[in-house]
């Protein structure tokens, strides 16, 4: 569906103008699809394929199901292989990308050109520094910071502790290290003596913890990224001891947060992180814009952080999170699932099957977003380039520190 009608909406918008009054919808003028492509760059985690599922099951159902041609494209770690990707699907007449996006920095000129070519981008959980470019993120909710002095209330403001984090050069695992990073130097007492990256994946966790443990055997805490189940397991292949540890929502670690034999052990904590719903928030904020329903001022909009200590932990009964659940049981999903992929207000099309194999619920239909988005703050080198960092920057909002520095 790449009409001048299109090309007018998504090039206002990639421009910072939300001057729509007097456009029609493009859906309302012609019979071909909107194509959209759904872009991953590092793949094979259950966060990303949850993420692309999402957004595979929202793609097909009522009315999307015939407003649409989704099309995946997995370009892995290097950001020059996503760049080609980029210009492929901008050469290809793509209208929209919905992106996991390798770099903050490195996709910009390709994104920027995509943009004067009328294609609307959202990037979902990472960003990028193009200001034509949307980025529906957590990361400015902070994680990091809000982790990091929860593992140092844990731990009475004194320990060893590992730093299991993510990918590379990524700017999610940039800002999260960051933030944590600002709270561990006020603590003298704290002391980082491995760090290691795991790409957000409990298997890679679990080898690189174990080869700290090695080196380090009375590590006091853990403080993680996505992959958290892992470091769990080495723990437990190395013996019978268990540390205070924060990572994120795989059902693993977050039923283990609440299982006695576990808390016996020494285990502690709290699940926060990454949501995969971010992606299906992202496309459909994207499908609103291009059929003519929303106007969207914020280029840069935040998803709330998650935050489950274990006595908050609650396992559900059915498909979809009611009644104050928040974890499937280890025997409906696998203990690598991430917890945070579904959402009731935002999301209330999919449910876990929707987040295991990309497929539709029966009898759903699409539902609007509510009309009201949070601005994300500033974060220099994270969602902007020429900009200055919010005052609030690394400002606590899930825990109040109990040890002073």
């Known amino acids: 569906m790449k009409l001048n009608t299109v090309k007018s909406i998504a090039l206002a918008l990639a421009l910072g103008s939300t001057a729509l009054a007097g456009i029609q919808p493009a859906a309302a003028q012609d019979k071909e699809k909107f194509k959209i492509y759904l872009s991953l760059s590092y793949s094979g985690n259950a966060w990303q394929s949850e993420a692309a599922n999402i957004v595979k099951a929202l793609a097909a159902t009522p009315p999307y199901n015939e407003t649409v041609e989704l099309i995946e494209v997995i370009s892995g770690t290097d950001p020059q292989a996503?760049?080609?990707?980029?210009?492929?699907?901008?050469?290809e007449g793509a209208d929209g990308i919905v992106s996991f996006p390798i770099s903050s920095t490195a996709l910009n000129r390709t994104i920027r050109r995509g943009c004067e070519e009328g294609v609307l981008f959202f990037m979902y959980d990472a960003t990028v520094t193009e200001n034509c470019a949307y980025n529906v993120s957590y990361l400015t909710a902070g994680f990091g910071e809000n982790t990091a002095q929860a593992?140092?209330?844990?731990?009475?403001?004194?320990?060893?502790?590992?730093?299991?984090?993510?990918?590379?050069?990524?700017?999610v695992d940039k800002r999260h290290t960051d933030g944590a990073m600002h709270i561990f130097n006020q603590y003298p007492g704290i002391e980082v003596v491995s760090e290691y990256y795991s790409y957000w994946d409990d298997r890679t966790t679990q080898q690189e913890t174990a080869k700290a443990l090695a080196a380090h055997p009375d590590v006091d805490g853990i403080w993680a990224q996505a992959g958290e189940y892992g470091a769990v397991q080495a723990l437990l292949d190395a013996g019978d001891r268990l540390v205070p540890m924060t990572g994120e929502n795989s059902a693993g670690f977050r039923l283990a947060l609440a299982n006695p034999d576990m808390q016996e052990k020494g285990l502690s904590g709290v699940s926060a992180g990454s949501p995969p719903a971010q992606s299906g928030y992202a496309f459909k904020l994207m499908m609103e814009i291009l059929t003519g329903k929303r106007e969207l001022e914020p280029m840069n909009i935040e998803y709330p952080l998650p935050w489950v200590p274990a006595a908050s932990v609650q396992v559900c009964e059915g498909d979809v999170y009611e009644n104050g659940c928040n974890v499937f049981p280890a025997d409906r999903v696998p203990s690598s699932f991430v917890s945070e992929v579904l959402n009731p207000v935002l999301l209330p099309e999919v449910n876990v099957e929707s987040a295991l194999n990309g497929t539709p619920v029966a009898g759903a239909t699409i539902q609007p977003l509510p009309a009201e988005v949070v601005e994300a703050a500033n974060e220099p080198g994270i969602n902007c380039s020429r900009c200055e960092a919010s005052e609030t920057l690394y400002e606590l909002t899930k825990i109040e520190p109990t040890v002073q520095p």
Do not use: H, T, W
């Not at 996503?82 to 050469?91: F, K, R, V």
């Not at 209330?153 to 590992?162: H, P, S």
């Open 82 to 91: 996503q760049i080609s990707a980029y210009e492929s699907m901008i050469d």
């Open 151 to 171: 593992l140092v209330n844990e731990l009475d403001g004194k320990g060893k502790i590992f730093l299991s984090r993510g990918v590379p050069g990524n700017s």
